[in-house]
């Protein structure tokens, strides 16, 4: 019997309520395996540790966290507090000292959910979207001088490193290759940005030609809006920049459904340190106790956390239960049901339970 050690992050808004269920759901998956057993470490990192201590997350925080074989976050973000503040004080400050450099993103319309594009069959979306997680226009460099004065300048300045270009790069034509299509897109800005987007574009072409079994074509991240909506089809894995692929990931979400199916697993794909996963959407200001928020976003990520550890049959399971549910009800109201966090995670639940 295998034994895993999970850190849980529930942080803000709706993130304790869809972790809850996560949790759960997980606890049900190893009840009824006799392959692995978990044991789950909350911490209480986030806005309310600002509030107490001016800090999001201690000091040694890290140091706790990187012994645990995964990470299950939630979300961060409070009306109170800055974002820039939240965001890099506890989900950057993790990704970044983790080296999760590589974000995997997969879109599909799960079974009895619609796409709201007018003819778009579930054969038609089925993408993953690749997100370089360590540098580019997130990369932290730039700052502010003469504060408040009218000659006041601030930069931001993105950072494309041709290490950390070429390992994004070769991670996801090594997906693209484990995938039926072996299809990918490049998405880049380089008519504009002459200088980092071109050694992006030089460094893709030269991956390219290690991978000849894989097709890929490169679309300015503007048109790859357009191509998204009217070629959905056309589509299989999507690489592209730190701003970009958040950007696109959430038109990915809305296309599939509802960004509250959306999941994400930030990889260390060396596993040097541990990976982390969280579902795509924030803390939702506007849905935070009342019970209603979606799980399932959760619940895929807690899924791509399953195969990360190597339980595919656990995961494969959990999305079968998952989609049972989607197709059948009960469905929470961004699905267009009207049920509760709690009854969907039930529903889940049973499903498992009945699959076994
Ligand atoms: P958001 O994802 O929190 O919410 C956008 C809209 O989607 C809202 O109407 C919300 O109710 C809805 N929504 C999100 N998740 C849902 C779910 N599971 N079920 C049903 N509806 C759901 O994005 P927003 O409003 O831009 O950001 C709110 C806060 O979250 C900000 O502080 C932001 O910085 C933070 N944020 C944090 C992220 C993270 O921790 N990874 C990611 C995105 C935003
Ligand atoms: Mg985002």
Same mark, same amino acid.
């Given at each position: 019997?295998?034994?895993?050690?999970?850190?849980?992050?529930?942080?803000?808004?709706?993130?304790?309520?869809?972790?809850?269920?996560?949790?759960?759901?997980l606890?049900?998956?190893?009840?009824?395996?006799?392959?692995?057993?978990?044991?789950?470490?909350?911490f209480?990192?986030?806005?309310?540790?600002?509030?107490?201590?001016?800090?999001?997350?201690?000091?040694?925080?890290?140091?706790?966290?990187?012994?645990?074989?995964?990470?299950?976050?939630?979300?961060?973000?409070?009306?109170d507090?800055?974002?820039?503040?939240?965001?890099?004080?506890?989900?950057?400050?993790?990704?970044?000292?983790?080296?999760?450099?590589?974000?995997?993103?997969?879109?599909?319309?799960?079974?009895?959910?619609?796409?709201?594009?007018?003819?778009?069959?579930?054969?038609?979306?089925?993408?993953?979207?690749?997100?370089?997680?360590?540098?580019?226009?997130?990369?932290?460099?730039?700052?502010?001088?003469?504060?408040?004065?009218?000659?006041?300048?601030?930069?931001?300045?993105?950072?494309?490193?041709?290490?950390?270009?070429?390992?994004?790069?070769?991670?996801?034509?090594?997906?693209?290759?484990?995938?039926?299509?072996k299809?990918?897109?490049?998405?880049?800005?380089?008519?504009?940005?002459?200088?980092?987007?071109?050694?992006?574009?030089?460094?893709?072409?030269?991956?390219?030609?290690e991978?000849?079994?894989?097709?890929?074509?490169?679309m300015?991240?503007?048109?790859?809006?357009?191509?998204m909506?009217?070629?959905?089809?056309?589509?299989?894995?999507?690489?592209?920049?730190?701003?970009?692929?958040?950007?696109?990931?959430?038109?990915?979400?809305?296309l599939?459904?509802?960004?509250?199916?959306?999941?994400?697993?930030?990889?260390?794909?060396?596993?040097?340190?541990?990976?982390?996963?969280?579902?795509?959407?924030g803390s939702?200001?506007?849905?935070?106790?009342?019970g209603?928020?979606?799980?399932?976003?959760?619940?895929?990520?807690?899924?791509?956390?399953?195969?990360?550890?190597?339980?595919?049959?656990?995961?494969?399971?959990?999305?079968?239960?998952?989609?049972?549910v989607? /197709?059948?009800?009960?469905?929470?109201?961004?699905?267009?049901?009207?049920?509760?966090?709690?009854?969907?995670?039930?529903?889940?639940i049973?499903?498992?339970? /009945?699959?076994h």
């Amino acid at each position: 019997m295998k034994h895993y050690s999970i850190a849980s992050v529930p942080g803000d808004g709706i993130g304790p309520e869809v972790i809850g269920a996560g949790v759960a759901v997980l606890q049900a998956l190893a009840q009824h395996s006799n392959r692995f057993s978990l044991d789950v470490t909350g911490f209480d990192y986030g806005s309310d540790h600002y509030r107490k201590y001016g800090v999001m997350m201690p000091a040694d925080a890290l140091d706790r966290l990187r012994g645990f074989d995964a990470i299950y976050f939630g979300a961060v973000g409070a009306p109170d507090i800055p974002d820039h503040i939240t965001l890099w004080g506890l989900r950057l400050a993790i990704c970044q000292g983790f080296d999760q450099y590589a974000n995997v993103r997969p879109t599909r319309i799960l079974q009895g959910l619609r796409s709201p594009l007018r003819d778009c069959s579930t054969a038609d979306l089925d993408w993953v979207i690749v997100r370089e997680n360590s540098e580019g226009e997130y990369a932290g460099q730039g700052g502010r001088s003469h504060r408040g004065h009218p000659e006041e300048v601030a930069t931001e300045v993105s950072i494309f490193t041709r290490a950390g270009v070429a390992r994004i790069m070769r991670f996801a034509f090594q997906l693209a290759r484990s995938r039926p299509r072996k299809h990918i897109t490049v998405v880049t800005k380089s008519n504009a940005q002459r200088h980092g987007m071109v050694l992006w574009d030089e460094i893709a072409s030269s991956t390219a030609a290690e991978y000849p079994d894989v097709t890929w074509d490169k679309m300015l991240v503007d048109a790859m809006t357009v191509r998204m909506v009217h070629d959905p089809a056309s589509l299989d894995v999507i690489v592209a920049t730190n701003l970009h692929a958040d950007i696109l990931s959430d038109l990915a979400a809305a296309l599939a459904g509802s960004i509250g199916i959306a999941p994400t697993a930030n990889l260390n794909p060396e596993r040097t340190y541990p990976s982390m996963f969280e579902p795509i959407h924030g803390s939702a200001f506007d849905i935070t106790g009342k019970g209603i928020a979606n799980p399932v976003g959760a619940f895929w990520t807690a899924a791509q956390m399953l195969e990360h550890l190597g339980e595919m049959d656990a995961a494969a399971r959990l999305m079968n239960a998952v989609e049972q549910v989607t /197709a059948n009800g009960p469905r929470t109201r961004d699905l267009g049901g009207d049920a509760t966090t709690v009854q969907v995670t039930n529903a889940v639940i049973a499903a498992i339970e /009945a699959g076994h």
